[in-house]
């Protein structure tokens, strides 16, 4: 640039967008994400931004700035990608291209104000991981009646794979303050497992198999599964 202009703004598109919102790119240290319509202010100049997306790929404008050169190169080398959901698609990769930068020196006299960018596109690849499963249930607190039905103490289970196709495998659950040894039982998957240490066995259910360590508070290791969401009992 000429001596005492200042850097206004720049405009870079990402294509391949096939996420929705999860997909962001930072800014100027501000999280934007890559849907249609987004808008706003950055956290670091305080730049204006603005998104529209067309067939998979987002343009987003940046203006509003004062930047100097320096400070110009250190908030586009700052860029980032980042991808926030649990099972990002991967198959192509996220790219990235400068398309235009502009400084504030006008376009009098036949000037141009707008270049544009040398450096070509930067492909950035999205690599998904197995993601640990979660598990969330209700305490339901119940009451044992000496005689009376086994007494179910969860309820509204959620776990989620994250993964599509994925089942689970297995899982542990630990009784305390066991006191009458053979006596004290649980039901999972339609099998009666006393809580004693080494009973083992494979449940009547879905065929899956237990085992127990018990001193005190006993440890049912299930495993042996392929279940999906609707099959998980216990």
Same mark, same amino acid.
């Given at each position: 640039?000429? =001596?005492?202009?200042?850097?206004?703004?720049?405009?870079?598109?990402?294509?391949?967008?096939?996420?929705?919102?999860?997909?962001?790119?930072?800014?100027?240290?501000?999280?934007?994400?890559?849907?249609?319509? +987004?808008?706003?202010?950055?956290?670091? $100049?305080?730049?204006?931004? #603005?998104?529209?997306? =067309?067939?998979?790929? +987002?343009?987003?404008?940046? !203006?509003?700035?004062?930047? &100097?050169?320096?400070?110009?190169?250190?908030?586009?080398?700052?860029?980032?990608?980042?991808?926030?959901?649990?099972?990002?698609?991967?198959? #192509?990769?996220?790219?990235?291209?400068?398309?235009?930068?502009?400084?504030?020196?006008?376009?009098? $006299?036949?000037?141009?104000?707008?270049?544009?960018? +040398?450096?070509?596109?930067?492909?950035?690849?999205?690599?998904?991981?197995?993601?640990?499963?979660?598990?969330?249930?209700?305490?339901? $607190?119940?009451?044992?009646?000496?005689?009376?039905?086994?007494?179910?103490?969860?309820? #509204?289970?959620?776990?989620?794979?994250?993964?599509?196709?994925?089942?689970? =495998?297995?899982?542990?659950?630990?009784?305390?303050?066991?006191?009458?040894?053979?006596?004290?039982?649980?039901?999972?998957?339609?099998?009666?497992? +006393?809580?004693?240490?080494? =009973?083992?066995?494979?449940?009547?259910?879905?065929?899956?198999?237990? &085992?127990?360590?018990?001193?005190?508070?006993?440890?049912?290791?299930? !495993?042996?599964?392929?279940?999906?969401? #609707?099959?998980?009992?216990?």
């Amino acid at each position: 640039m000429e =001596a005492g202009r200042t850097v206004s703004g720049f405009t870079f598109t990402v294509a391949n967008l096939v996420d929705g919102g999860d997909e962001v790119a930072v800014v100027d240290g501000t999280d934007i994400a890559l849907t249609n319509g +987004a808008n706003g202010t950055t956290a670091g $100049n305080g730049l204006t931004y #603005s998104v529209s997306v =067309a067939g998979g790929t +987002a343009t987003v404008t940046i !203006s509003g700035g004062t930047l &100097s050169t320096a400070d110009a190169q250190t908030v586009i080398n700052g860029l980032a990608y980042r991808n926030d959901s649990d099972d990002p698609t991967t198959g #192509s990769t996220r790219d990235f291209t400068l398309t235009e930068i502009v400084d504030d020196g006008g376009t009098a $006299n036949g000037g141009a104000d707008t270049g544009t960018p +040398a450096g070509g596109t930067s492909n950035v690849t999205v690599q998904a991981v197995n993601d640990a499963p979660t598990l969330l249930v209700s305490a339901a $607190n119940p009451t044992f009646t000496e005689g009376g039905a086994a007494a179910n103490p969860f309820s #509204s289970t959620s776990i989620g794979h994250h993964r599509p196709g994925q089942s689970v =495998a297995g899982f542990a659950l630990a009784v305390a303050n066991l006191a009458d040894g053979g006596d004290e039982v649980a039901v999972v998957d339609g099998t009666d497992i +006393a809580l004693t240490n080494g =009973a083992n066995g494979a449940t009547a259910g879905n065929g899956l198999t237990y &085992s127990v360590v018990a001193s005190g508070t006993a440890t049912v290791a299930i !495993s042996g599964g392929t279940l999906v969401r #609707s099959r998980r009992s216990t």
